[in-house]
């Protein structure tokens, strides 16, 4: 994802507002009687939210039948004409294209008919030994390159250089993730023990490889099966990309990740030579191009079709705040189905979605019974997340209504197990992004809770620090970077996370309809409260 880049004084106020970014669990104060009065029309709407209905629609949206809903299947096209029919049924007008529920849009479908890598006589497998993206590496079918130039980190920095004094257009370079630190772990580009953003940001690196016309980066990948695991659901399948057939010009230089395996079939003998750099750059700082021959092998073949997917959309307009709106989302795609084996996910994301149909048909019996909300309400179900939020992000560059008229997205992804943190206490969601942009929607939240639902809030992922970075992961984002505050509800993972055992009889309901009145009652106190949140927070970038 790109980085969002921003002046000086931006980012001094960011790092202030990150450190006070909450990542504590909140334990409501469950002697004080919760609001169980049917007068109260929250409590009213909220408790229209039933596991049995939330059942019946999970039932059929995680059946065998629908396939897994990947993007761009007659399955994820399924998924949609069910939840548009339920919106129907709801009596809810349509706001999409040619008097539909539907916002239609282009993908590029983009997987590798051709993927081979053979060095010295040794042959290596994709996804094994080494992996690379359809989307943003080129065709590159056979090609034999007579050198492979190791360049150090591939840093290209006032204050260090691997590419000084090298032309490397044209060519394969290798190089090491990370930056260079002296023995005390000072780093050489900072002075400092606090790493430069070339540290962790491959990208940079790429971007840098392409502006100096390298033909491919060959990126040592220590952890490929932990890097693998990350990347999984880009990898597993044909990936996807907005667009018509048009893939413009790659910001990025071609790349493969390769494993240390493969990086020393590479050096070959000149590993020792290699060693005596590192303990020199170690020791100086010094940079350093080293000039490998090994017999290398690479054929990259693409293809690419373009497809169609929908995003759904149910609306409820408000009554004296109808030209503002709160967003309720969720992504209803999935993995698919592989060979026999079917990626139902029950809780990845059909929970999501049923909780946000059963949102739909609350908001809609209010409307119809003349309590409806004061602000309008869109309930956007987005394909195309595990592509790499691509529905969501569609949405946010062409919105139906005014984004500036757009005052908070609530996101539902994953809400219908337990972790191991809290397997014995099922009454719990995580809570994301919640005081990012508006230290009113987290306080909201928090009232809400102590008023209506008393489970635990954990705000554990919302840890700037988060090595998982699920902040950056989910649907939300799409939102947040345009500046509309965003909370996500989420149950954390569990050992059928993207995996054919992602089924609903593991579903526990239950959790699911306690923490769908939840994210009902937010939803409900945003589209009805007198003033529109405040936004104090500023975008965080990725």
């Known amino acids: 994802m790109k ?36 007068s109260d029309l929250s409590y009213k709407y909220a408790s229209s939210i039933t596991k049995e209905d939330m059942m019946k629609h999970l039932n059929i949206l995680a059946s065998d039948e629908y396939e897994g809903r990947e993007t761009g299947t007659k399955a994820n096209d399924l998924a949609a004409v069910y939840i548009a029919r339920h919106f129907q049924s709801l009596g809810l007008p349509t706001v999409g294209e040619n008097d539909t529920y539907y916002q239609p849009m282009a ?25 690379s993206f359809a989307t943003i590496n080129d065709h590159m079918p056979s090609f034999r390159p007579e050198e492979v130039v190791f360049l150090g980190f591939g840093i290209d920095d006032p204050r260090y250089s691997d590419y000084k004094g090298n032309n490397v257009e044209g060519k394969v370079i290798m190089i090491n993730k990370g930056e260079p630190f ?3 772990s000072i780093s050489y580009i900072t002075g400092t023990k606090a790493p430069s953003d070339w540290d962790g940001n491959t990208w940079k690196k790429l971007k840098t490889a392409q502006e100096k016309g390298v033909k491919l980066v060959l990126v040592i990948e220590n952890e490929l099966k932990e890097f693998l695991g990350k990347n999984r659901r880009f990898l597993v399948s044909s990936s996807l990309q ?45 940079a350093k191009d ?104 569609y949405y946010a560059e062409n919105p139906v ?19 191991a943190k809290y397997a014995d206490n099922p009454e719990y969601i995580y809570v994301i992004g919640s005081d990012r942009l508006s230290s009113d929607l987290h306080r909201i939240n928090e009232d809400v809770n102590q008023k209506y639902s008393q ?11 988060d090595p998982n970075r699920y902040y950056f992961r989910s649907d939300h984002y799409n939102f947040a970077k345009k500046g509309i505050p965003a909370i996500f509800f989420f149950s954390g993972t569990h050992e059928d996370y993207h995996r054919p055992s992602d089924t609903v009889d593991k579903i526990l309901f239950p959790k699911m309809e306690k923490v769908g009145r939840h994210i009902f009652h937010v939803t409900w106190d945003l589209a009805n409260r007198e003033d529109r949140i405040v936004v104090d927070g500023e975008v965080d970038s990725n």
């Open 242 to 286: 907005l667009g018509d057939g048009e893939l413009g010009e790659r910001e990025y230089a071609n790349h493969i990740y390769i494993s240390s395996t493969m990086a020393k079939d590479i050096i070959g003998s000149k590993d020792k030579k290699i060693k005596k750099w590192r303990e020199k750059n170690t020791r100086k700082g010094k």
């Open 401 to 419: 209504y005014p984004i500036a008229n757009t005052i908070a997205n609530v996101n539902v992804d994953m809400v219908g197990r337990v972790d």
């Open 3 to 38: 980085r969002i880049i921003l002046c000086v004084c931006a980012i001094a106020s960011i790092s202030n507002i990150q450190a006070q970014y909450v990542s504590h669990a909140s334990i409501p104060d469950t002697t004080v009687e919760l609001v169980m009065d049917p």
């Open 455 to 465: 489970i635990v809030l954990d705000y554990k992922y919302n840890d700037e620090k």
């Open 107 to 131: 993908f590029n479908k983009t997987s590798w008919s051709e993927n081979a890598i053979n060095i010295n006589d040794n042959d290596y497998r994709h996804l094994w030994d080494y992996l």
């Open 290 to 393: 080293i000039c490998l021959k090994p017999e290398l092998y690479i054929d990259m073949q693409r293809d690419v079709d373009v497809i169609k997917g929908y995003n759904v959309m149910g609306y409820v307009e408000g009554s004296d705040k109808k030209d503002e709106l709160v967003i309720v989302s969720a992504h209803y795609d999935h993995l698919g189905k592989r060979a026999k084996d079917i990626f139902n996910g029950a809780d990845d994301n059909g929970s999501g979605t049923t909780t946000v149909l059963e949102m739909a048909e609350a908001f809609s019996m209010a409307k119809k019974d003349g309590n409806g909300p004061r602000r309008s309400v869109m309930f956007l179900l987005v394909t195309g997340e595990e592509k790499g939020l691509l529905g969501s992000r």
């Open 182 to 184: 002296n023995a005390d």
